[in-house]
């Protein structure tokens, strides 16, 4: 083990588009400071790794990048890649590194990032957001000064390098861990999520907008200005507004709102664009950015209970069928919170009664009228409505009868947005009836006798 002061002079830091996967020396990240100012990124490179073979801590000192404070840095020289390629400054203090002949040091840079060519440099952003991997070529040298005085320097220590960085690729793996609308109001949908990301990168605020089949249908934020995303997985805090701009996009909306509330996922699109990022660096190299995610649906039941207040049987000359008017309360889950209506005007329903898991009718109910009582609690009434019996011994059992009731249902109303029309919502709920206890309590209160007629009273 060994302390050394490294001092390492870049000549030369070109870029280079084409992939290169091979014996990466560097992971680092890119950031930007808190002024956006085009000529300093903040913490440009997070660590430097050099290899064994580089470095022999053997027979010499360990050596490791830094960067020399200096006042008049001269003029690079042209980059010697043919592909896309830009010069930069990096100027650090010495530092002290503790050698070890076991394995590679890593050494934490934190510098100022001075851009000489803005262009090229947003080619190479745009490069980091779209591609796999990027390779910078790196020209340096170093002087090594070790602590002690009665141990040697070594100076003009010559280092040309080309690193692979891992890319964003596109930011394939983003998936949706959670979503919430119950911050929703009387005007408007709002929407928080909670993204997954599993690449690399420093981003400040982040923007997309929201599309479904091509149509706009609002956009989320980042709750933070400043987002660090690590390797592996990450977990981002979003808010946004669903909305529309345009019949077209309302129906769009409409089809994502009708997936969330019956259990189905939409694909939905993340759209980054010219505000994609409050870095002004970035901002143009992440313009186009599509991100396709699953929206995923309402975890629960929008009808949560339906509860039979009344209920009349007609008989029929049809033996399989009786007429049937019954007063339902009906409570919901809302998915947009207590703050947010949801007006429901009208139900369709086609449930199956099962009783001990067979069936003992099928009831359809169509353009039922309902009316709301609180946020979350509904009344409907039908009459004279067909209930097919598939089963008739079941109501001779003991009161009361637990029946469930399995289907769906689709109700005609409105929300923050507009009209809503949702159909295929999931109904499976358990509803007490009373049964006729097979007549067992049954007695004469009373007899009359009008007249007698030949043998016959």
């Not at 851009?115 to 070529?137: C, G, Q, T, Y």
């Not at 009665?150 to 949706?176: G, Q």
């Not at 946004?240 to 009708?258: K, P, T």
């Not at 969330?260 to 939905?268: A, C, D, P, W, Y």
Request: zero cysteines.
């Amino acid at each position: 083990m060994a302390l050394f002061e490294v001092v390492v002079s870049f000549a030369e830091v070109s870029f280079d588009e084409v992939a290169d996967w091979a014996d990466k020396r560097l992971d680092k990240t890119l950031g930007i400071d808190e002024s956006g100012e085009p000529k300093l990124i903040a913490e440009a490179f997070a660590a430097a790794m050099y290899n064994r073979k580089i470095i022999n801590t053997q027979n010499n000192p360990r050596r490791a990048i830094s960067e020399p404070p200096t006042d008049d840095p001269k003029p690079h020289q042209a980059a010697r890649v043919q592909s896309l390629q830009f010069n930069k400054y990096f100027y650090v203090k010495s530092i002290s590194i503790t050698g070890d002949a076991a394995g590679p040091t890593i050494v934490p840079i934190n510098s100022p990032f001075i851009v000489s060519d803005m262009k090229a440099f947003r080619n190479f952003a745009r490069s980091l957001i779209f591609e796999p991997n990027v390779v910078w070529h790196l020209k340096a040298e170093a002087t090594v000064r070790p602590i002690s005085r009665h141990m040697l320097s070594y100076s003009k220590i010559p280092f040309n390098k080309e690193v692979t960085l891992d890319a964003l690729n596109r930011l394939p793996n983003v998936s949706i861990v959670s979503i919430s609308l119950k911050r929703s109001d009387a005007y408007r949908v709002l929407i928080d999520l909670i993204i997954k990301i599993t690449n690399p990168s420093i981003f400040s605020q982040l923007y997309f907008s929201l599309q479904y089949n091509n149509w706009s249908i609002g956009h989320v934020e980042s709750t933070s200005n400043n987002i660090t995303i690590h390797p592996s997985e990450n977990a981002i805090q979003f808010f946004g507004e669903l909305q529309s701009a345009s019949s077209e996009s309302y129906n769009a909306l409409s089809i994502v709102i009708q997936n969330f509330l019956t259990g189905q996922t939409s694909n939905v699109e993340a759209l980054a664009g010219p505000n994609a990022t409050s870095y002004p660096l970035l901002a143009v190299g992440i313009i186009g950015l599509s991100l396709n995610v699953h929206m995923p649906p309402f975890k629960e039941q929008l009808i949560a209970s339906l509860i039979f207040n009344s209920m009349s049987l007609i008989p029929s000359t049809n033996k399989k069928k009786v007429m049937l008017s019954a007063s339902i309360t009906i409570k919901i889950n809302s998915p947009l919170g207590p703050k947010s209506p949801l007006n429901i005007q009208k139900m369709d329903m086609s449930v199956f009664l099962l009783y001990e898991n067979d069936s003992v009718g099928i009831l359809n109910v169509s353009q039922a009228p309902v009316k709301q009582l609180d946020e979350i609690t509904y009344q409907s009434q039908f009459n004279t409505k067909y209930l097919s019996l598939t089963d008739t011994g079941a109501a001779n059992k003991t009161h009361p009868i637990d029946f469930r009731i399995v289907g769906v249902a689709s109700i005609v109303g409105s929300f923050a947005l507009g009209p809503l029309n949702i159909d295929q919502l999931l109904i499976e709920n358990n509803v007490p009836l009373v049964g006729l206890d097979s007549l067992n309590d049954v007695h004469v209160d009373e007899i009359s006798v009008d007249r007698t007629q030949g043998a016959a009273l």
